[in-house]
Every structure is written in C-alpha cells, then in structure tokens.
C-alpha cells in the first residue's frame, strides 16, 4: 500500500511540476518574439501572405490564446482578417476528459470569398496546387479496421461544454464573376452561452444580408432556446422568434417585414421533424401551421394541419409595392382565407376539411397529391361567385383606338396578346395527370347567371378530357363535354354541347343586352378544331349546329308588316293600319348551322309565323359579327285584318322576299328589310295564280250556265271545292 500510496505522490508531484514549467515557461516567453517565423512558416506552407501586427497573448489557467490585427493576403489582396480572437480551454476539465471552452470571442472578421470568370474559387488556391495533390497522394487508403475504429469512436458520446461563445462585427463578401452575383454579409453578431449537448441554451443572432441579382438587402434577428443530443443527430428550437426586413427593387422601394415564431424538432436517425405552433408572418399576410414530417426521402408522411388567416390581396400588393389589381368591384379581393388539414400514406399528401374563401364565396373540399407519379386528384364545391366582379372596369377608350392608336408599347402588347397568343403551355400539359371534380351552387359570368356547375376534368399522356360541364341556364339546362389532344405541337379541340329548353330573351338580354329573340332553345353543337391560338381555332373550326326554338317571337321586328307591305303591292292599295306592334311571334324556329372556320353558314331556316311560313339561308361571319341572310315569308292565311293585307287565291302560296344584312351589334330592327329585287320572282308566281284564277272562273261559269239554275246551291258548292 506504501508503495502505491508513493506511486501516486509521484504522479502527481510529476503533474504539478509539468504544470509548473508550462506556466513558467507561458510566463517567461513572449510569443510576439516570433511573429516573424509564424509568419514565415504560413507564407510556406499556404499561398497567404499572413501579417500578425497585434499582440499575441496566453494564459495558463485557462489555457487560452488572444490574437489582435492579424490579416491573411491571397494574390496580393485581403482574403480574411480579424481584429480580436479569444480562445480559452478550461485546464481541468481536459484533466477530467471533458472539455470546456470557457470563453470564444471573434471580432471583426473580414472575409473576401470570390469566384472568377473559369469558375474557380479562390478558396481553394489557399494551399498550393503541387502540395495539395502530395497531400491526397500521402493519405493511406481506409481499410476496414480504421473504419471499425472510426465507427466506434464516433458511436461514443461526445461531452462538450462552452460556457460563452461570441461573434460580433463579422463580414464576409463574396463575388461570382461568372453571374455577376454579389453577396454580402455584414454586421453579424452570434451570442450563446452555457452550451451544453443533452440541455437548452440560449442563441441570438443579428445581420444584414446584401445582393446584387436581385438586388436585395435583409436586416434579420433570430433568437431561440437551442437543444442538441450528445450523439448530433437530434436538434430542436423553442421559443423561435424571428425577424427580417425585407427590401427589394421589386417592391418598389418598400421594406416587407417578415416572422416566424413557434417551435420546431429533428431527428435524423428517426428522420422525422415536427413544427409545433409555428407562426409566419409576411407584410399584412399571416400563417400557422402544427405539422409532423416522417422521412426526409422521397416518400414523406405529413400529418397535421396549415391556416393562412384572411387577409387582402389588394393590401398586400400596396405594401409590396405592386400595381394594384383593377376590377369592377372595388370592394373584392379584399377577403381571402385557407385552411386544410394534412395526411395520407407515405408519399401521398392528403388535405382534408378544405376551406377556402374569396370575399362572400365559401368553398370546400378535398385532395391528394403522389410525389412518385406527380398526380393530383382534387375535389371541392363553392356556394356563389360572381365573376364579373373580379372582372377590370369597363374601357372609356375606343376599340379602334386601342387597336390602331398605335405608336405605345401598350396597344401593341395588347394587340399580341389577343388572338395570336399561346392559348395552352403544352410541354406542361403533357406531364399533368388531373383528376379534378369542380361544382358551383351559383356562378354569375358575363352577366349570365348560371346554377347547380358541375365540372369533372381528367388528364393523363397530354390529353385533357373534359367528360362533364354541365348547370341550370334561364329554366333550361346544358352539358358540354370536350377532348384536348395536346400530344403533337398543334392541338385537337373537340366539343359536343346539347342545351334544352334555354330561354333566349333573358339570356341574351344579360349576356349582350339583346332583346331581339325569345323563346325556348334546344341546341345540339359538334365541333372540332386544331390550334393553340384563337385565330388559329376559328379559322379551322368545323361541325355542326342544330337548333330549335319553341314557342318565341321575333322582338324589335315585324315580319308581318313587310309581308304585307308585299300583298298590298299585289292588291294594288294601300295599307291603312299605322300600329303594327313591335314583334312577330312564332310557333316553331328550326335550321341547321354548318361549321366553317368563322363562318356559320344557314342552308335550313324554317320557322311558323300567324299565316305565314318563314324560309331561308344564310351566313354569319363570326370573325367581323357580320349577318348576310335572304329570308322568305310564305303566304299561308291570312295574316292580318288590314284589307289591303288580304290573302287571295293570287297571293296565296307566293313568298314576300326579305333580306337581313348588317352588324348583329346594329339596331335588330334595322337588319332586316323587303327585298325589291327578288320580288320580281314572286311577281310571276302572282301572274301565274291570276291567270290560273281567271281560267278557273271561265270553267265555272260555262258549267253553272250549262246547269242552270236549278243545279242549287250544293252543285254550286262541288264545284268551287274542285277547283279548290
């Protein structure tokens, strides 16, 4: 025991009288003595030129190192600089194996990081090329021991204490030739204390952040209770409150100030992550969000839930500095919300209990989204919109101004972005694999109001199917269904549309303010085209149009007036009734429109009229809304008590030639009027129903004198009946 006990004495007197020539020695020598060799020996070694024209200080207890003033050149330039470095390790807690930096400080740091125009950093011309590759040369090769040993160690828990760690005043520059980026950071200041792995410690960080591609600047602050395992691969933060001041061109001079307060933990060995009360702020925009993340690869599980809270679009435009959106209501825009729970398998977000909000329109739903095959499946359903609110305010500028007013850049934007521009970015087309199912209670668009939408959309290998788009219009109904075949460079369109029992008046009245047409429409459209512009569809549009119109009339417009005005003519008197009404009504309106580019060309027009049939064909040019109709009114009965108007045998059967030509935007009862120059042929189907009248009147006379009197009044009878 005596031995042991003496065995130990020696040690320790061993350990005291080490300890006593270091801090003879530390007391002793002056280390600015040989700032010449260290300077020496750096410039050796490495490509800077390093200059040491401060004092350099230890201390034994702490051991610790103070550097002041010291630069490093790299070609003649400042790479990096620092005004004040204080390093200091506790003595006894390297004794006891457990290191404990007592205190760190770093104060004044200059960095200059920069890339050149070949793209090499100039990082990595610190060391010199011939020596670097000795360097990889010399390095053995890991075996499998040096690996195990590596493994085992690094499985050991790491026991590391700092008790203040200090950053202030640091800069760093950086430059890239080849993009002519420049970021720099500046006024960084990094506070932390009693850092210790397993135990939260507090961290406050401040700086200001500089580039020039955008050019952009961000004050920001952070401050946060930081916790780290002893194994590393466990980190959280609590009680985050952060804080940038934005300012960027793009927002037009204005600073954007943004938050970001809550809670939030990693596990890289589990790989999961969780965000707990995480609040983001954004100018007048707000955020929060409660959110699990399991697996950092390509196939995450989320679960939890994110709410922006409403706000306005057009405030937060105002404060980013950006125009401002102009629409008919300005009272829209300015209610906007979102909220949706998240889950699903892995790979495969879900959102449920979808809300989102538009002003006074509520919808909900659902959808998901595969991260592997990129598909999106959504559902979601809306109470009432009005579309025509969101609309820009009406023009006071001329169209023909707009179009051809025209040395300013805007008129010519306008101009390319009308019927010549791309209707559908096809190469994203392409990668979309939709499965969208969209209703509406109430949509008003153009002024038209439309009810009980459903939409249902699919898309898959570039072609995007529409196989429903159906609602309630004007106590009728329709359903469309369409194809967009985007697989080649010009794109197929195809639409079938069938409307039943639609009523035109209030339609057209709400949708152009067009009171020229009522009644009842049943509509059957199939049409095809090719293109991805508007010129490019209208002009290579084809199909057909069938339609039929119950029970309507012709408003703003008296036919019967023109077909009498013809009669008269074959009567040879004049009409005397002055107030004609200001429409014709009619049974039953049918015809057929074939599809041909921008024109719609009528070859079957047939419509009943009061004691006339209405007959025609025509062409509408959709491209300049141009009419160009010749129209029939065959005389049938009669058609009205004036008694220049009555129908005779001579009249009866002849067709009162019409002619309707003009703008549709024009006055509808200046369209159409009496056709001089084809009443020439009904003139002679009236000469031909005189001289048959007068042929007939011989015959009867020459058959009743050869009877006589007495062959009565039922003779008399079967004959007018055969002649009739």
């Known amino acids: 025991m005596k031995a042991l006990r003496y065995l130990l004495i020696t040690i320790v007197a061993l350990i005291l009288l080490a300890m006593a020539a270091i801090a003879i020695a530390m007391l002793v020598i002056d280390p ?10 750096v410039e050796k070694q490495t490509n800077l030129d390093i200059i040491l024209d401060g004092d350099i200080s230890w201390s034994f207890i702490p051991i610790g190192l103070e550097l002041n003033n010291v630069e490093a050149k790299l070609d003649g330039e400042r790479f990096i600089a620092l005004e004040r470095l204080v390093a200091e390790i506790d003595f006894w807690s390297l004794l006891a194996m457990s290191p404990q930096v007592n205190n760190f400080v770093l104060d004044g740091l200059d960095a200059h990081l920069s890339v050149n125009k070949k793209g090499e950093a100039n990082w990595t011309r610190i060391i010199p090329e011939k020596d670097a590759q000795q360097v990889a040369s010399s390095e053995p090769a890991p075996d499998a021991t040096a690996s195990e040993t590596a493994s085992e160690s690094s499985s050991e828990p790491l026991n590391f204490n ?56 961000v004050e920001g602050s ?32 204005k600073t954007v100030t943004a938050k970001i307060s809550g809670s939030l933990a990693a596990n890289l060995a589990n790989e999961t992550a969780n965000l707990k009360d995480i609040s983001f702020s954004f100018a007048n925009l707000s955020a929060n969000t409660n959110l699990t993340v399991e697996g950092f690869g390509d196939k995450p599980k989320l679960a939890g839930n994110i709410a922006i809270n409403e706000f306005s679009l057009k405030k937060l435009l105002e404060n980013l500095g950006q125009p401002a959106i102009e629409t008919s209501d300005g009272n829209v825009l300015t209610a906007l919300a979102f909220s949706t729970n998240i889950g699903g398998a892995a790979g495969k977000p879900e959102l449920t209990n979808l809300a989102l909000k538009l002003d006074d329109t509520t919808f909900d739903g659902s959808g998901s989204y595969n991260l592997a095959s990129s598909a999106l499946v959504f559902r979601l359903t809306g109470d009432a919109l009005n579309a025509d609110r969101y609309l820009p ?45 969209l209703g509406l209670n109430k949509l008003t668009v153009s002024n038209l109001q439309i009810n009980e939408i459903k939409a249902s959309a699919l898309a898959k290998n570039g072609v995007l199917e529409i196989d429903e788009f159906s609602g309630k219009l004007y106590y009728g109904s329709f359903n469309t269904t369409a194809n967009i075949d985007a697989r080649s460079n010009t794109p197929k369109w195809s639409i079938n549309t069938n409307v ?80 004609w009404g200001t429409a014709t009504p009619f049974n039953d309106m049918r015809g057929t429109l074939d599809i041909n580019g921008n024109t719609l060309n009528n070859t ?16 509408v040019d959709m491209q300049q ?96 009946g055969f002649f009739n």
């Open 32 to 41: 600015n003595t040989y700032k010449p060799q260290i300077e020496q020996a």
């Open 162 to 217: 700092v008790s203040n760690v200090e950053i202030a005043n640091a800069r760093v520059h950086y430059t890239d030739a080849t993009t002519g980026q420049e970021i720099t950071l500046e006024d960084f200041t990094l506070g932390a204390s009693d850092i210790t792995l397993g135990s939260e410690f507090p961290l406050d960080i401040s700086f200001r952040v500089e580039t020039t591609e955008p050019q952009m600047s």
């Open 222 to 253: 952070i401050a946060a209770r930081l916790l780290a395992n002893q194994a590393l691969d466990a980190f959280s933060a609590s009680g985050l409150d952060a804080s940038f001041d934005i300012k960027v061109d793009a927002f037009a001079g």
């Open 393 to 437: 305010p009406p023009s006071d500028t001329p169209a023909t101004e707009s179009s051809t007013g025209s040395n300013s850049g805007t008129g010519t934007a306008s101009a390319q972005a009308g019927p010549d521009s791309q209707l559908l970015p096809l190469d994203t087309l392409r990668t979309l694999l939709l499965d969208i199912d």
């Open 500 to 579: 039943a029992d639609v009523q035109t008046l209030p339609l057209l009245n709400d949708l152009a303010e067009v009171d020229m047409l009522s009644g009842g429409a049943n509509l059957k459209i199939n049409a095809k085209s090719t293109g991805n512009t508007m010129t490019a569809l209208r002009g290579n549009a084809d199909g057909k149009i069938t339609f039929n119109l119950a029970e309507g009339e012709f408003r703003r417009m008296n036919l019967t007036r023109l077909a009498c005005q013809g009669i008269a003519l074959v009567n040879q008197e004049t009409l005397g009734t002055t107030d």
């Open 604 to 619: 079957e027009l047939l419509a009943s009229l009061a004691g006339m049939q209405l007959e025609g064909q025509g062409n």
């Open 625 to 720: 809304t141009l009419v160009d109709y010749e129209l029939g009114l065959r005389i049938v009965g009669e058609i009205h008590r004036d008694p220049a108007c009555r129908v005779t045998d001579i009249v009866r059967n002849v067709v009162i030639p019409l002619e309707c030509r003009g703008d549709l935007s024009d006055d509808p009862a200046g369209l159409c009027s009496f056709d001089g120059s084809r009443f020439r042929d009904s003139l002679q189907d009236i000469a031909k129903n005189a001289a048959k009248a007068k042929a007939e009147d011989k015959i009867k006379e020459k058959l009743q004198e050869k009877l006589g009197e007495a062959a009565g009044d039922k003779v008399k009878d079967a004959l007018k």
